[in-house]
Structure formats: structure tokens, C-alpha cells
């Protein structure tokens, strides 16, 4: 048995010390492992400076999803019983895939009303768990406008609130609202570095994908080829897509940020072999012994025990040497997880 494929063999013991619980201002003041795989070798640096390991050419490809309130408090029409809703996706245009607390309470024909404009009709549920609920408001507003009085942004729960608001969990360069959670590897740019770059000579494209429960459900079973990724929606134009082919098609280097961006290429070079522009949904799982194709340099940032995240760049670099590399962040005092501090592989 490949011990690639074991669940325990992406296993690493995190002091809880090391889990960023605030973010870092500036954003782009947040320590930088770099590491190159060719030569083996961990330096260390400010995000600041990352133009100090790009040149000029390079494309960098950023997730410019924007994070929705995806928790929404309600009562139970019939009973006046407190549930919490988590928005999970959008499946058709007012329906969505949700989490419900407590879930035993809610059965199929229950409505839930969560002021005088919003109320939900539960219209399935699934064996999973999840809730898919149809919600109705007045035709003078949209769904979005709605939650954003209504709910709030989910963040994870090691992040103190009082520390933190919504906007700091958001990159600066958000646009697209639908996800549950940030691309945490992007929030590390300011404006400020985005223009330096450019300046530079270093070219910027964006894909969406909303991210939502594939990027952080727990990998449960031992042999992780039996586990199964959420569906995740994503967007990649065509002037990106002809961005991307360019670069292929001259070996000039493509920089994702993120294991979002990483998913999403990866989805699209491995279903074409190019590049191609298209709005679907992903469930890609990427692990060891495969490799990444469609992506040259990884930024992202430090990720769980046992994750898909923590596999997927073990795909791009090599799971011993990941493992070591995050060993040495702990002991070099790097903060982990959503507004902890990143790394390159060069």
C-alpha cells in the first residue's frame, strides 16, 4: 500500500499556539516560507517581498470570490423552535443547499422565518445531512441584499470575532459573491503589492470558485481514494483562458494562489489538456502520487492535520518533505490556518 494514500500519513501535531486566531496589519506583513523544490532548500521572508522570487512574465492567478453571510438565525414556523441555517450553494436561483442546527428538528414541508422579508421552505433532505431549502422574499429585493442584514460571515471558530470584521475576511480584490469561506492564501495582497508587481511586469488574471464545503470537509475514511469532495462551482473567462495557453505555450510560469486556483486549472488542463473557458463545478480531489500539471508555483498557506488541502500540495511538492517543512514552521514560530502566514513553492 502507497502510504500516499493513508490518512494518517498526512497526520502533524499542531500547537494550539501556532493557530493564528487575528489577522496580521498589514496584511502583507505576514511571514513567507519559501521553498524551492528543484534545490531543496526553506528560506524564510515577509510576504512583502515575494516579488523577490517572481519575474517579469510570470502570471499570477488569483480566486476573486467574495464571501457571503452564510449563517442565518430563524424559527421554526410551527413550534417557535431557534434554528441556525448555513448556506452551503446555490443549486437554482433561490434554492440552496444548506446546514441546518439542530437538524432532527427540521422535516420536509417545515417553513422556517427569519424576519418579515425571509422565510424557507425545506423542500429535501439528503442522507449527508444536508438541508435543501426554497426561500421566498418580497420581488423589491434580492436574496443577497437580505442576508447581508440578516446574516453573518462564517468565520472559522478558532478567529476571535472582537479581532476581526467581515471586510479583513475578504481579499482585497473580491468581486464575485458565493463562498462559505475565504481563499485564505490570498489574503495576504494589499493593493499596494498588487500594483508593485505589476509594475514589475508580472500579469494578473482571476477565476471564481465559490468555495464551500469540498475545501474543508473532513477526510473521514483511512484510505482517502474512498473520499468523496463536495461539488464546488467555478468560472474561468476566456481572456484568462487564452492568458493561460499563452503561457503554457511559451513556458512562462503560472503562479496559482491558492489551492482554490490550483483546483480549478487542474480541473480544466486535465478535462482538455488546455486551457478553456467554462462555468461548471468541481470535485477534483488531488493527492499524491499524482502530480499538478497546470500550475508551476504554489502560494498558500499553512493547512489542518489530515486535510485535502494538506494533500493537494503534497501532490505539488512531496509529502515527507511538506510534512518537515511544516515541522520547521512550528518550531520557527510561523502562524497557521485562515490568517496565518503562507508559503511559496518555487
Known sequence: MDTNLLKNSYFYELPESSIATKPIEPRDLS????????????????????????????????????????????????????????????????????????????????????????????????????RIIKFSYPNNKTFMQIIKELGEVPFPPYIKKPDCNSERYQTVYSKNEGSVAAPTAGLHFTKELIDSLIEKQIKFEYITLHVGLGTFLPVKEELITNHKMHKEYYELSEKTAQTLNYQKE????????????????????????????????????????????????????????????LMLISAFWDREKVLSAYQLAIEKDYKFYSFGDSMIFL
Open 31 to 130: 511571514k513567507l516560507m519559501v521553498i524551492n523544490r528543484k534545490e531543496n532548500t526553506i528560506n524564510h521572508n515577509i510576504f512583502k517581498n515575494i516579488g523577490d522570487y517572481l519575474q517579469k512574465g510570470d502570471l499570477i492567478v488569483l480566486n476573486d470570490t467574495r464571501v457571503i453571510p452564510a449563517r442565518l438565525f430563524g424559527i421554526k414556523e410551527k413550534t417557535g423552535a431557534k434554528l441556525e441555517v448555513f448556506l452551503v450553494r446555490e443549486i437554482e436561483k433561490d434554492t440552496w443547499l444548506t446546514l441546518v442546527k439542530p437538524a432532527k428538528r427540521l422535516k420536509e414541508g417545515d417553513k422556517i422565518v427569519f424576519n418579515e422579508d425571509l422565510s424557507g421552505e425545506t423542500i429535501s433532505y439528503l442522507e449527508t445531512g444536508e
Open 250 to 309: 511559451n513556458n512562462k510560469r503560472i503562479i496559482s494562489v491558492g489551492t482554490t486556483v490550483t483546483r480549478v486549472l487542474e480541473t480544466i488542463y486535465n478535462k482538455y489538456g488546455k486551457f478553456k473557458a467554462e462555468s461548471d463545478f468541481s470535485e477534483i480531489f488531488i493527492y499524491p502520487p499524482n502530480k499538478v500539471k497546470a500550475t508551476d508555483i504554489l502560494i498558500t498557506n499553512f493547512h489542518l492535520p489530515e486535510s485535502t488541502l
